[in-house]
C-alpha cells in the first residue's frame, strides 16, 4: 500500500516569506508526527497529533511554525516569516493509535520529507 | 535537545568486515529503536528493542539492550557497499508520548 507522503519534495524561498508543508499519512493512521532535520544532525521532534488535536507541540521552536490537522488526515506545516535557520529537511511520520498507558507505542512510518532551503 | 548519542560519528570498513555502532540514553525508556537513512532522506526502520529485552536479531543485523548502562548497540554482520549509510538510534522515553528522540547518527561507509 501507498506509504506516507510529503509535497513539495523541495522547496526554496526568500527570507520572510510563508511556507506549507503537506504531509498524506498512511490511510487509516491516525496518529501523525512532524521532525526536522538539519544538516549532520538526527531528525528533531515538532509536534504531534492524535486524530485532529496536537497531543504534543513541545518540539515547535517558536511562535512562528504551527501545524494544522483539520480532518483528522492531511496535515499541513506552516512557518511564517521564514528565517535562514529554519533551512532543514521537514519528515512526517505516521502510526496507528496509541492503545494508551505510558508504554504504549506504534511503529511510525517515515515519508521522504519536505526539504526546505531558506535564502 | 537531543539525550544521548550515537558513537562513533563515522565509521569506514572494508566489505566483508562487521560494523558495530553504539548508542547511550539518559532516562527510562520504553524501547530503543534503530534506522537506517541513505541520502539525508528516507528513514527506514530497522529493528526495534523493548525494555524487557536483551537481545534481537534481524537478517544480518543484531541488536543489544543494557538497561543498567543505559545503552545499545547494533552490530552488521558481513556488510556489504549497500550498507553504507547514516544510521540512527531513536530512543521512546517512558512518559514522552509516542515520540521519539534521535541522536546525531552514525555515517557508516562500506568500502568495495
New interface residues.
Given amino acids: 500500500g501507498a506509504g506516507v507522503s510529503q509535497t513539495p519534495s523541495n522547496k526554496v524561498t526568500e527570507k520572510g516569506k510563508y511556507v506549507e508543508l503537506r504531509c498524506d499519512p498512511i490511510s487509516g493512521h491516525t496518529?501523525l508526527?512532524w521532525?526536522r532535520?538539519s544538516?549532520?544532525?538526527?531528525?528533531?521532534?515538532l509536534i504531534?497529533f492524535q486524530g485532529t488535536g496536537a497531543?504534543?507541540d513541545s518540539?515547535l521552536p517558536n511562535d512562528r511554525f504551527f501545524a494544522v490537522r483539520p480532518e483528522g488526515s492531511v496535515s499541513t506545516l506552516k512557518i511564517q516569516r521564514t528565517e535562514r535557520g529554519d533551512s532543514a529537511?521537514y519528515?512526517c511520520?505516521s502510526?496507528l493509535a496509541?492503545a494508551g498507558g505510558?508504554?504504549?507505542?506504534?511503529?511510525?512510518?517515515?515519508g521522504?520529507?519536505t526539504?526546505l532551503t531558506v535564502l | 535537545s537531543?539525550q544521548g548519542e550515537e558513537d562513533p560519528q563515522a565509521l569506514s570498513i572494508q566489505e566483508g568486515e562487521n560494523a558495530t555502532m553504539n548508542c547511550s540514553y539518559k532516562t527510562s525508556i520504553?524501547?530503543l529503536q534503530w534506522?537506517r537513512q541513505n541520502s539525508?532522506?528516507?528513514?527506514v526502520?530497522l529493528i526495534?528493542i523493548r525494555s524487557n529485552e536483551r537481545e534481537k536479531h534481524s537478517g544480518r543485523l543484531r541488536v543489544t539492550l543494557d538497561t543498567s548502562k543505559k545503552s545499545s548497540s547494533l552490530l552488521i554482520t558481513a556488510s556489504r557497499a549497500a550498507d553504507t549509510a547514516s544510521y540512527?538510534c531513536?530512543r521512546?522515553y517512558?512518559?514522552g508520548?509516542?515520540?521519539?528522540?534521535?541522536?546525531?547518527?552514525t555515517q557508516l561507509k562500506v568500502e568495495l
Fill in positions: 496518529a508526527y521532525y532535520q544538516l549532520g544532525q538526527g531528525p528533531e521532534f504531534y497531543a504534543d518540539g529537511v519528515l511520520a502510526s496509541l505510558p508504554s504504549s507505542y506504534n511503529e511510525q512510518f517515515f521522504p520529507g526539504r | 537531543q520504553n524501547n534506522y539525508g532522506r528516507g528513514l526502520h526495534l540512527f531513536a521512546h517512558t512518559g508520548g509516542n515520540k521519539l528522540t534521535f541522536g546525531t547518527g
